[in-house]
């Protein structure tokens, strides 16, 4: 148990829709990271947020965007959806340059793009 | 950060030590070895994190060579419930965005 909520836990779109994730952050923790997990890979960094600003990015295309809110939960959005998108995709936690350099992981969202 | 190599998987009986082998030839001096498991449909949990010496925890003990070119992951008595996918990252301390390999697959048998 992290202190991690992600939701839907599961959902299927089908290519070109839209799709908004959220993840709920475990409490004080001011910075959030989102991460795309295929099968049989490990996961692979998407963007992080700290302080509702975008704080690094990996290699992905701009219709992945995110948000983070004042209570530092945060959101994932995904548009034109393709088949390659489908994919667990985990939310990550942490107090930003902590002292462990520890992340929290949610359980993640397993999208299916039909 | 420093590409890290682990085998594809292992297998270990139950109450034995767990040895994890990592390769991670290329590091620089300010890169921390971090491991972390994922168990079947969970998120990725932290094990543990070294920079040259030798670290221990509840969960695990972590042995790092004397010249950082490849480190070990002890997990001093396996259980089924640490059968996860293991994965070693080099990384510079404060930077929180991991580079994932595949890792290695751990399977604790009865």
């Known amino acids: 148990e992290t202190g991690v909520t992600q939701s839907p836990t599961h959902l299927i779109k089908t290519r070109g829709q839209q799709v908004t994730l959220r993840c709920s952050s475990q409490s004080g923790h001011n910075t959030v990271s989102w991460y795309q997990q295929a099968l049989g890979q490990g996961p692979q960094f998407i963007f992080q947020y700290y302080r509702e600003e975008e704080n690094g990015r990996g290699n992905f295309p701009p219709r992945f965007s995110g948000l983070q809110f004042p209570n530092y939960s945060s959101e994932l959005n995904v548009n034109a959806l393709e088949l390659d998108d489908s994919a667990l995709y985990l939310c990550?936690?942490?107090?930003?340059?902590?002292?462990?350099?520890?992340?929290?992981f949610g359980e993640g969202s397993r999208l299916t793009v039909l | 950060d420093a590409k890290t190599t682990q085998p594809p998987s292992m297998d270990c009986a139950e109450g034995r030590a767990a040895n994890l082998p990592c390769n991670h030839s290329?590091?620089?001096?300010?890169?921390?070895v971090y491991w972390y498991r994922q168990i079947h449909s969970q998120g990725p949990q932290y094990i543990i994190h070294g920079l040259k010496n030798n670290e221990t925890n509840e969960m695990a003990s972590l042995i790092i060579t004397e010249d950082r070119k490849s480190s070990t992951l002890i997990l001093p008595h396996a259980t089924l419930r640490d059968t996860a996918v293991y994965y070693c990252?080099?990384?510079?301390?404060?930077?929180?965005?991991?580079?994932f390999g595949t890792g290695t697959r751990l399977t604790i048998i009865p």
């Open positions: 990550a936690s942490s107090l930003g340059q902590s002292v462990t350099g520890e992340l929290f």
């Open positions: 290329t590091i620089s001096g300010n890169e921390y």
């Open positions: 990252i080099a990384n510079n301390f404060g930077n929180e965005k991991l580079t």
